[in-house]
């Protein structure tokens, strides 16, 4: 069975990444190399657990491992090629394109400076993982699509959303277990990433509550990417749903019922708040004040449920969670304060591949781990930290002038997202690796960089 399966995803990725380079290579479409990362990214982990136990070939597995960073050079080498007067072509940086070209800068330069005690190898590794989401922002920043193309993108979206949500009912109700029990994830794990099988289920803790209840994954790596990525699905299905006419908008309300329903199941706290967090966001962007009244009382009857009619397991699981005595959320706090210490001991960081959860970071060296901003504040000090965060900030603000200022729906559209989802994701990124996600990390990025790129022409315009 692992054999077939493994046939039909060498089929069907080979298919589509050989369509995306004979659309860039030859025709000059080198935008679409965004198409082949939204549809493989939430299925790569997945697909890559399947390849191995089909196959048991590293040789085989690094062929498909690498195929969502090949598709990005080669988008900008051909970018590149078809410029025919590429130092003059015409480009005007702002402010969120210095923020994340300093961004880049201080890390390459952490990357060939000796510092640290990791490998020159696993800082390269490292150092990967934080360029391509660059490259994707800029590739994204050069974009120009028409509203069809602009429509495949979220296309895509809606039905990763609806296909994970379809997935976690056949996982709960058919298969009464995780997909990932199937798929050989434990033992891709295992034997490519050194990590033991851990926790009731044989995956790793992630999977299940302190009341040893399954968190649903669907076809993503974790839980915890589950929820992030349903994040998006329910963006674009509220933009849409508010951008169309009423008579062809109620799929976009099943979309958004889909994305929750996933979030329910992934069961996790810090995308809950995250989803709570966006829609006080939109609320201020659409200045439906009401929709924060709404979001005011449901919060009020949340409470009055936990203290009256709530079970007392779950009733002391939300204390617990309030008052940071859970497990869970104690551990956050230890590793907030390890990397706080470091950063207070080291200010101008202590080198790449020293943080956070990545593959390259060798666990004996790791300091903290739980906290995106602190991770790179760890390695690449204060500095760094911050030009991150800058970097975010303004992408979000300049998204969110594009939504206010842009005529084209289908560009208010991508702003929307873009900055809504960066907005959501910002309690996420407080207790976990969240660029590690590369789905929801990546797709949001070139939303970012696409954005950036209308707020400069309209900037123009202005002037």
Known sequence: MALIFFIVIALGVGAGFLWVLQEMIFKGKWSYFIFFLAAFLPFYITSLSVIFLATRSPEILGIFQILKEVVVLVAILVFIFYQRKVFEYPFRLQSTDWMMLGFLGIGFLYLVLPLGQASFINKALYYKSMLIPGFVYFLGRNTRFSEVEIGWIFKIIFVVAIGAFLVNLIENYLLQAHLQQFTGYSLYNYVINDVEPSGHFGLTWTFETQAVTKRLASFFSDPLELASSVLMGFAAGLIW????????????????????GSLVFSASRAAFGAFFIMIFFVALVFKLYKLIGAGFLALIGFGIYVIAFASEDFYFFVIDTITFENTSSLGHVVEWLLALDSMVANPLGIGLAMSGNFGSVDEELRVGGENQFLIYGVQLGWIGMILYILALASGV????RVFHSTENTSIARVAFTGAVVKVGLLLPLFTANVEIYTYVSWITWWMIGFSTNEYSKLKSLNK
């Open 241 to 260: 749903f508010l951008t169309s006419k009423k008579e062809y908008s109620w799929p976009y309300l099943l979309i958004m019922a889909f994305s929750l």
């Open 397 to 400: 603000r300049n998204s969110i």
